[in-house]
């Protein structure tokens, strides 16, 4: 299979909030991947918030889309995530992404449209073009329709950059600045996961896996 690196293609938020990543396996099973959101088919969310929500269509819609990309490049990334793991990263991408347009929103940050297609072009422009997108989409496990929404999240942890720590602070000092921020906009929000997806923790914003309790167990930071 192919694999590339995707370090000139776009600081995701997997870089700032450390995303973790388990070991790739054979994209068969990526197939695995409906199979575990249809078993949430009953529930319209796959997390609730106090102004938003994640609905398992759209995150159903991801996930058959970054399935679909590495099958048609033959790409899949190194270290790439699969089935519920795949799932359960892309759901806190959604959540974190929500969580950072609310800091965006709080401290008066405006998203330009035409910077957005700006920084579009110049990613196609490092990758080598249009007709490398494709497989630098799926090497980086993003959706091409939500290439976008990733690329306002960037432009959203710049901006507070400035708003957050000193001129002279570490790209650690940010990081750490900026996942307190999140987790603080998340404890506001009461972020609320559909429990065949596990808890939110609201102190590391991430998620343990599959809560075993089906809800009767609360995240202690709520």
Avoid at 141 to 170: F, G
Avoid at 195 to 208: C, E, F, K, L, Q
């Amino acid at each position: 299979m192919q694999r590339r690196s995707n370090r000139e293609f776009v600081m995701s938020l997997e870089r700032i909030m450390k995303l973790r990543k388990t070991k790739a396996v054979q994209i068969g099973a990526l197939l695995i991947v409906g199979a575990i959101l249809a078993g949430c088919a009953n529930a319209s969310s796959a997390a609730n918030m106090k102004h938003g929500s994640v609905s398992i269509s759209n995150l159903q819609s991801t996930i058959n889309a970054i399935v679909a990309e590495r099958i048609e490049t033959n790409t899949m990334p190194e270290n790439g995530l699969t089935g519920e793991n795949l799932v359960r990263a892309q759901l806190r991408l959604k959540i974190i992404s929500f969580l950072l347009h609310r800091g965006a929103s709080e401290k008066g940050i405006v998203i330009n449209p035409a910077e957005v297609a700006a920084n579009r072009e110049k990613i196609i422009a490092q990758i080598g073009g249009e007709a490398a997108l494709p497989a630098a989409l799926a090497n980086a496990s993003i959706a091409a329709s939500d290439l976008d929404r990733y690329i306002e999240d960037i432009i959203i942890q710049d901006s507070l950059r400035a708003k957050l720590v000193a001129p002279t602070a570490s790209e650690q000092e940010f990081s750490t600045a900026l996942q307190n921020y999140v987790s603080e906009i998340g404890a506001r929000e009461n972020v609320k996961l559909n429990p065949r997806y596990g808890v939110w923790v609201t102190a590391t914003s991430d998620i343990n896996p599959v809560d075993a309790t089906n809800g009767a167990v609360a995240d202690p930071a709520n």
